[in-house]
């Protein structure tokens, strides 16, 4: 390890790119170019023809190998992680570090030489510290990739994009769109990266919903419209996309109890109403019923949230393949 | 052993000295500034035509890591880099393992420091027992041993221990030094509350975290009269109270960290985690009124917070990185800085680093009156340099201003009459 | 100068007729790889009257050179919007190279089911083969040297042209 390493480094959105502009790493959707979220969508859609097949298959990273790197549980996104890097031939290894294990002694850096060691062609990351994946990135060999795949509240770059992808297949044109985000903001990764997402795609409004308690410093900052009122906030948009309430948050002081939030920030059908009439409603999953989303609308015809997830598995195998196909 | 010093331009703000003079040593004092004492004849001559004579500096908060944090320093390692950077004299923070409570970890601290030899330590004792803000530690007994004042930092205590334990510790005539900090405000958090802690998701710490806490700890010195002195402070909005204090006759004074004068929020915009300190680096709007408060005395002294670390301290993830700067080498050079870009006159910018923490510490040091301890540097303005992390003295390369471009240098250290630090050994 | 793919496009109409008399069993279904011989298949499928739509296949995820030159950027969904289990497949390319593109082809196309048979069309065999592959049909052989490529456009009209390569200098 060389001093060389705690120098100031590029900002994360600047490391991701080979000089020629192709994806190296995918650490934050901030800063991207729109041509490369349209590129990442566009191959995504080649992808689903794939899902269509008998054998879900592709010869395409055949030999290259892939570590689940998860310092976080999540059986859902590493699942999805898997599939994708399955479907495109490569090999799959799942490395799950309890926290606790990090911290008896073993650093993170530690953890990564060795995995290194092993000849890996790609990281994917989950880590509870924002900037992890940044970290990683900046520490890896240089013919490995990291895909971030969730670090703090930083950001989720890959359900971002699939949040968009679900969005263009049923809407088409950004430019026309009022997209609405609902709930808590504050710890929320993918509302962040999503809110980049959107405003790189020159979506025509993007709205945050939510009490002041659940919303970050300066969120206007990021490119969004704020609403305490969830009707006002629902008005007129075309989609809806709700975060996932931890119950920690009650105990945090952030909110009063459930029944309060379900009462004022809860999306029924009756709320939908609010929106256009042809407006979506989405998940990135798992959702609380009865907490941020009422079970016959998570359920009801304009629910996309299984299709999301169907779509996750495109946008990976997009994702990872743009990463190793550019690798020089 | 008789140096005279020939032809320097002699800056001491303490002595409104401003020209240039020869200056005169014999032993350990300074004995005359301009002319030679009658029959005095020098068994050494330092010829300083072109070079600044300054008051040896004070830094009013370094932590030595010594006792227990041998890994990120020690006394000799640090102590070595402070004066090769011009400083004399360290006031270091009782946050050591064990706690500074008593005259033994005084006395050790007291001897590593005399065998070292590079640096005068001063130490702040700590004003609850294990610095747990439950018992007042044995101040009368500290003081004793040493001890120039005592202090509970940023570290818990409710106020009504912390309220008897200033009572205390005005009765014994020590000043207390506290850094305002609400941990129930700070919780977890690592970045100012702001546009760029949102951007970043990182957890993050309100201004009230620490305008609050000023808010009552100027209750609690209006209720004791205790002399106080608010240490690190990173608000606007803070040195805001602290002036209006001052003005209604408190007993205060405060301190900024030399970072604090320069980063802002943005310099952790990629998470670089060597701008991971306590308090945060907050916006330029901070930094603005920080500035103010150095250039109108509401903050008197400019401190290096100096805390090495070993490597892997800063190496995780910006959250799970231990805050701080190894800062002892960039505050002299900071200090000058300032007064480069405007914000402080060159005598200020050295009063900040000299008589204004001596004042605060009451001590005699930072001034170079006849008849003194003979600490001193000899510095080249002329030479401008990169800060190179690489070739820092201090065992902890911590610093964010690597690659930084500074004028001056510091020639040489005298701490009282003997040379500490030569450039040229 | 570009050449017409009128006569082409009647030999191969000839030839295909031949196969499928020769097979005797049911249509056959039409796979066109893109881009190329999409144009080249949709042109045939309307000669020999047979029902729409055809089968496509981009081959971007089967390219045996995607670790030296990645993904291409503008790759597009391949589409077989019938079952190929059993049935007599007509493999439709536009010009017959090296040969990698049809094994590609042959790999995705098994990833679909177990076709009965493939029959292999080209409008152009250009030669230069690095693999053991041969077109049962073929529009127009022609020698062509290393620097010199076939262009095919289209989709109307449908025409090629034979253009000499400028080569590094290296």
Same mark, same amino acid.
């Given at each position: 390890?060389?001093?060389?390493?705690?120098?100031?480094?590029?900002?994360?959105?600047?490391?991701?790119?080979?000089?020629?502009?192709?994806?190296?790493?995918?650490?934050?959707?901030?800063?991207?170019?729109?041509?490369?979220?349209?590129?990442?969508?566009?191959?995504?859609? &080649?992808?689903?023809?794939?899902?269509?097949?008998?054998?879900?298959?592709?010869?395409?990273?055949?030999?290259?190998?892939?570590?689940?790197?998860?310092?976080?549980? &999540?059986?859902?996104?590493?699942?999805?992680?898997?599939?994708?890097?399955?479907?495109?031939?490569?090999?799959?290894?799942?490395?799950?570090?309890?926290?606790?294990?990090?911290?008896?002694?073993?650093?993170?850096?530690?953890?990564?030489?060795?995995?290194?060691?092993?000849?890996?062609?790609?990281?994917?990351?989950?880590?509870?510290?924002?900037?992890?994946?940044?970290?990683?990135?900046?520490?890896?060999?240089?013919?490995?990739?990291?895909?971030?795949?969730?670090?703090?509240?930083?950001?989720? *770059?890959?359900?971002?994009?699939?949040?968009?992808?679900?969005?263009?297949?049923?809407?088409?044109?950004?430019?026309?769109?009022?997209?609405?985000?609902?709930?808590?903001?504050?710890?929320?990764?993918?509302?962040?990266?999503?809110?980049?997402?959107?405003?790189?795609?020159?979506?025509?409004?993007?709205?945050?919903?939510?009490?002041?308690?659940?919303?970050?410093?300066?969120?206007?900052?990021?490119?969004?419209?704020?609403?305490?009122?969830?009707?006002?906030?629902?008005?007129?948009?075309?989609?809806?996309?709700?975060?996932?309430?931890?119950?920690?948050?009650?105990?945090?002081?952030?909110? *009063? &109890?459930?029944?309060?939030?379900?009462?004022?920030?809860?999306?029924?059908?009756?709320?939908?109403?609010?929106?256009?009439?042809?407006?979506?409603?989405?998940?990135?999953?798992?959702?609380?019923?009865?907490?941020?989303?009422? &079970?016959?609308?998570?359920?009801?015809?304009?629910?996309?949230?299984?299709?999301?997830?169907?779509?996750?598995?495109?946008?990976?195998?997009?994702?990872?393949?743009?990463?190793?196909?550019?690798?020089? | 052993? =008789?140096?005279?010093?020939?032809?320097?331009?002699?800056?001491?703000?303490?002595?409104?000295?401003?020209?240039?003079?020869?200056?005169?040593?014999?032993?350990? =004092?300074?004995?005359?500034?301009?002319?030679?004492?009658?029959?005095?004849?020098?068994? @050494?001559?330092?010829?300083?035509?072109?070079?600044?004579?300054?008051?040896?500096?004070?830094?009013?908060?370094?932590?030595?890591?010594?006792?227990?944090?041998?890994?990120?320093?020690?006394?000799?390692?640090?102590?070595?880099?402070? %004066?090769?950077?011009? #400083?004399?004299?360290?006031?270091?923070?009782?946050?050591?393992?064990?706690?500074?409570?008593?005259?033994?970890?005084?006395?050790?601290?007291?001897?590593?420091?005399? @065998?070292?030899?590079?640096?005068? #330590?001063?130490?702040?004792?700590?004003?609850?027992?294990?610095?747990?803000?439950?018992?007042?530690?044995?101040?009368?007994?500290?003081?004793?041993?040493?001890?120039?004042?005592?202090?509970?930092?940023?570290?818990?205590?409710?106020?009504?221990?912390?309220?008897?334990?200033? @009572?205390?510790?005005?009765?014994?005539?020590?000043?207390?030094?506290?850094?305002?900090?609400?941990?129930?405000?700070?919780?977890?958090?690592?970045?100012?509350?702001?546009?760029?802690?949102?951007?970043?998701?990182?957890?993050?710490?309100?201004?009230?975290?620490?305008?609050?806490?000023?808010?009552?700890?100027?209750?609690?010195?209006?209720?004791?009269?205790?002399?106080?002195?608010? !240490?690190?402070?990173?608000?606007?909005?803070?040195?805001?109270?602290?002036?209006?204090?001052?003005?209604?006759?408190?007993?205060?004074?405060?301190?900024?960290?030399?970072?604090? %004068?320069?980063?802002?929020?943005?310099?952790?915009?990629?998470?670089?985690?060597?701008?991971?300190?306590?308090?945060?680096?907050?916006?330029?709007?901070?930094?603005?009124?920080?500035?103010?408060?150095?250039?109108?005395?509401?903050?008197?002294?400019? !401190?290096?917070?100096?805390?090495?670390?070993?490597?892997?301290? =800063?190496?995780?993830?910006?959250?799970?990185?231990?805050?701080? #700067?190894?800062?002892?080498?960039?505050?002299?050079?900071?200090?000058?800085?300032?007064?480069?870009?405007?914000?402080?006159?060159?005598?200020?910018?050295?009063?900040?680093? $000299?008589?204004?923490?001596?004042?605060?510490?009451?001590?005699?040091?930072?001034?170079?009156?006849?008849?003194?301890?003979?600490?001193? !540097?000899?510095?080249?303005?002329?030479?401008?340099?990169?800060?190179? $992390?690489?070739?820092?003295?201090?065992?902890?390369?911590?610093?964010?201003?690597?690659?930084?471009?500074?004028?001056?240098?510091?020639?040489?250290?005298?701490?009282?009459?003997?040379?500490?630090?030569?450039? =040229?050994? | 100068?570009?050449?017409?793919?009128?006569?082409?496009?009647?030999?191969?109409?000839?030839?295909?007729?031949?196969?499928?008399?020769?097979?005797?069993?049911?249509?056959?279904?039409?796979?066109?790889?893109?881009?190329?011989?999409?144009?080249?298949?949709?042109?045939?499928?309307?000669?020999?009257?047979?029902?729409?739509?055809?089968?496509?296949?981009?081959?971007?995820?089967?390219?045996?050179?995607?670790?030296?030159?990645?993904?291409?950027?503008?790759?597009?969904?391949?589409?077989?919007?019938?079952?190929?289990?059993?049935?007599?497949?007509?493999?439709?390319?536009?010009?017959?190279?090296?040969?990698?593109?049809?094994?590609?082809?042959?790999?995705?196309?098994?990833?679909?089911?177990?076709?009965?048979?493939?029959?292999?069309?080209?409008?152009? +065999?250009?030669?230069?083969?690095?693999?053991?592959?041969?077109?049962?049909?073929?529009?127009?052989?022609? +020698?062509?040297?290393?620097?010199?490529?076939?262009?095919?456009?289209?989709?109307?009209?449908?025409?090629?042209?034979?253009?000499?390569?400028?080569?590094?200098?290296?």
């Amino acid at each position: 390890m060389t001093e060389q390493h705690l120098q100031a480094g590029p900002l994360p959105s600047g490391m991701q790119l080979h000089d020629d502009g192709r994806l190296r790493h995918l650490l934050t959707i901030e800063g991207l170019p729109r041509e490369l979220l349209v590129e990442i969508m566009d191959t995504a859609e &080649s992808f689903v023809s794939v899902q269509a097949k008998t054998v879900k298959k592709v010869p395409l990273l055949r030999g290259k190998t892939i570590v689940n790197l998860f310092f976080e549980p &999540s059986t859902r996104t590493r699942t999805t992680f898997e599939l994708a890097a399955k479907r495109l031939s490569a090999d799959v290894l799942n490395i799950n570090i309890a926290t606790s294990a990090t911290t008896k002694g073993e650093s993170l850096l530690d953890t990564l030489r060795n995995i290194e060691a092993m000849f890996c062609d790609m990281f994917i990351v989950r880590h509870a510290d924002s900037g992890a994946a940044h970290f990683i990135a900046r520490h890896v060999a240089p013919h490995v990739s990291v895909l971030n795949a969730g670090d703090g509240s930083h950001a989720h *770059p890959t359900q971002a994009m699939l949040d968009m992808f679900t969005i263009r297949r049923h809407k088409g044109d950004f430019t026309r769109l009022k997209v609405a985000i609902v709930g808590d903001v504050l710890h929320s990764r993918v509302a962040r990266s999503q809110i980049h997402a959107l405003n790189i795609l020159n979506t025509a409004e993007v709205r945050v919903i939510a009490p002041r308690t659940l919303l970050p410093a300066d969120v206007e900052k990021l490119g969004v419209h704020v609403f305490n009122d969830m009707d006002e906030g629902l008005h007129d948009v075309d989609v809806v996309i709700m975060l996932r309430l931890q119950k920690e948050r009650m105990q945090s002081a952030l909110l *009063p &109890s459930a029944h309060e939030y379900f009462q004022l920030y809860g999306l029924t059908n009756e709320r939908l109403k609010a929106a256009r009439e042809d407006a979506i409603v989405m998940h990135p999953g798992p959702a609380n019923r009865g907490v941020e989303i009422a &079970s016959d609308v998570a359920d009801g015809s304009r629910s996309v949230i299984l299709e999301q997830v169907s779509n996750g598995i495109a946008i990976r195998m997009a994702i990872m393949s743009m990463v190793t196909g550019a690798a020089q | 052993m =008789k140096i005279s010093i020939r032809n320097g331009h002699i800056i001491d703000p303490a002595n409104d000295l401003d020209q240039v003079a020869d200056l005169f040593i014999e032993d350990d =004092k300074i004995v005359s500034i301009g002319t030679q004492p009658d029959g005095f004849s020098d068994d @050494e001559t330092i010829d300083a035509s072109g070079h600044w004579i300054l008051p040896g500096l004070v830094d009013l908060g370094a932590r030595l890591r010594e006792p227990g944090q041998e890994h990120k320093g020690s006394i000799a390692s640090e102590s070595r880099a402070a %004066a090769a950077s011009g #400083i004399t004299h360290i006031a270091c923070l009782p946050d050591t393992d064990p706690v500074i409570d008593s005259p033994a970890e005084v006395d050790f601290v007291l001897q590593q420091a005399e @065998e070292a030899g590079y640096c005068q #330590i001063s130490i702040i004792g700590a004003l609850t027992l294990e610095l747990e803000g439950r018992t007042l530690s044995e101040m009368a007994a500290l003081r004793q041993a040493g001890c120039i004042g005592v202090g509970q930092f940023n570290i818990p205590c409710d106020y009504s221990v912390l309220r008897h334990s200033m @009572e205390y510790a005005a009765s014994q005539g020590l000043t207390v030094y506290l850094q305002p900090q609400d941990n129930s405000l700070l919780s977890n958090g690592c970045a100012h509350e702001g546009a760029i802690a949102t951007r970043l998701g990182l957890p993050p710490i309100p201004e009230a975290a620490e305008t609050a806490s000023i808010g009552a700890l100027l209750a609690l010195i209006e209720q004791t009269g205790a002399r106080s002195h608010l !240490c690190r402070l990173s608000t606007a909005r803070g040195v805001n109270m602290v002036r209006q204090a001052r003005a209604e006759g408190l007993p205060v004074t405060a301190d900024l960290s030399a970072h604090q %004068a320069f980063l802002t929020e943005m310099d952790i915009s990629d998470f670089n985690s060597l701008c991971h300190v306590l308090p945060p680096l907050r916006t330029e709007r901070d930094r603005d009124g920080l500035r103010q408060g150095l250039f109108d005395g509401t903050l008197q002294v400019l !401190c290096s917070d100096h805390q090495p670390h070993e490597l892997d301290a =800063k190496l995780a993830p910006f959250p799970s990185t231990e805050p701080g #700067i190894s800062g002892l080498e960039t505050l002299l050079p900071l200090a000058l800085r300032l007064s480069e870009e405007g914000v402080l006159s060159r005598s200020q910018a050295i009063a900040r680093v $000299t008589s204004g923490p001596a004042e605060v510490l009451g001590i005699d040091a930072g001034n170079l009156t006849i008849g003194t301890s003979a600490d001193l !540097c000899i510095f080249d303005p002329g030479h401008s340099w990169e800060f190179d $992390t690489e070739a820092m003295l201090s065992a902890g390369t911590n610093s964010p201003f690597g690659g930084w471009s500074f004028n001056g240098q510091v020639l040489r250290t005298l701490l009282a009459g003997d040379t500490v630090y030569d450039i =040229k050994l | 100068m570009t050449e017409s793919v009128a006569e082409l496009l009647n030999s191969m109409e000839q030839q295909c007729r031949q196969v499928i008399d020769a097979q005797g069993s049911a249509e056959p279904c039409i796979i066109g790889i893109h881009t190329g011989g999409v144009w080249v298949a949709e042109a045939l499928r309307e000669r020999l009257g047979l029902p729409g739509p055809i089968g496509t296949l981009d081959i971007s995820f089967y390219r045996d050179d995607f670790s030296h030159i990645g993904l291409h950027p503008q790759v597009k969904p391949s589409e077989i919007p019938f079952d190929i289990e059993d049935r007599h497949i007509l493999l439709i390319d536009d010009v017959l190279h090296t040969g990698r593109t049809i094994r590609a082809a042959l790999n995705e196309i098994f990833d679909y089911g177990r076709p009965a048979c493939i029959t292999l069309a080209v409008l152009i +065999d250009r030669g230069g083969r690095e693999l053991p592959i041969a077109a049962q049909i073929t529009g127009a052989t022609l +020698d062509l040297n290393a620097d010199q490529e076939v262009q095919v456009q289209g989709p109307e009209p449908l025409s090629y042209r034979i253009v000499t390569k400028e080569l590094p200098n290296d």
